[in-house]
């Protein structure tokens, strides 16, 4: 079954420092993974889109990773912002690209 | 403002009741998407449009829940005889299909929050 995974659920860090968040997928076949930011209450907006043969990219603070050898990606937030607060879901898109399956999100909030 | 939008942004009705929603996507975007989203949860995928041509349904879409997008541009998600597991954010993406590479972006709209009493 296509699914995507994300580590972790939620995360607290002071402003200022830099977070990691995680993504692990097993869809097939793999068509591009995209990092999407949910303020609470709104739809979700993109922040970076790879295709299989990127393995970085980069959007202002946000740094996205893939490895689509062991199917995970990272984002990469760097001194984070009280804006910064809010869900950030994984999305892969199967095949055609138009199915795409959304990981749970992981919910951040940046404290003062 | 030329983003996706979507009307009414709140919805509370009584169960039993019927509710409609409207998704107006960006304009030159023939591909329009619904998704139901639970608190805690990401969006699941519900249906999608190619122009008017409604290409993909998902189990998740009981025969209560119909959508369609008549003339290739706004779209309609209905729900009958609502139930109390209805509530939920009901999302409406539009994107630009056929983009090769695999580079197709879906822009979300704010969504429609419905909460079934």
């Known amino acids: 079954k296509n699914q995507v995974e994300q580590s972790p659920q939620s995360l607290i860090i002071l402003e200022g420092k830099n977070c990691t968040l995680q993504c692990n997928y097993t869809v097939s076949p793999f068509s591009n993974l995209r990092w999407y930011k949910q303020d609470t209450g709104r739809g979700p907006v993109s922040l970076t889109i790879m295709t299989f043969s990127e393995n970085t990219k980069s959007n202002g603070r946000y740094t996205a990773t893939l490895d689509a050898d062991t199917k995970q990606s990272s984002l990469h937030i760097t001194a984070s912002q009280l804006s910064d607060s809010a869900s950030y879901i994984c999305v892969v898109s199967e095949g055609s690209a138009s199915k795409i399956i959304f990981g749970s999100g992981t919910r951040l909030s940046i404290r003062p | 403002d030329t983003g996706v939008s979507q009307d009414p942004r709140h919805k509370i009705t009584k169960r039993g009741q019927n509710v409609t929603f409207r998704c107006d996507p960006i304009?030159?975007?023939?591909?329009l998407y619904w998704y139901r989203q639970t608190l805690g949860q990401g969006p699941e995928f519900l249906t999608y449009?190619?122009?008017?041509?409604?290409?993909?349904k998902s189990r998740l879409l009981s025969d209560r829940f119909s959508a369609e997008r008549p003339k290739g541009s706004f779209s309609t998600l209905e729900i009958q005889r609502t139930e109390q597991g209805d509530s939920a954010m009901y999302l409406c993406a539009s994107s630009l299909g056929g983009l090769a590479g695999g580079q197709e972006t879906q822009y979300f709209g704010p969504g429609t929050r419905l909460l079934v009493l």
């Open positions: 304009s030159e975007h023939n591909r």
């Open positions: 449009f190619q122009n008017e041509a409604q290409l993909e």
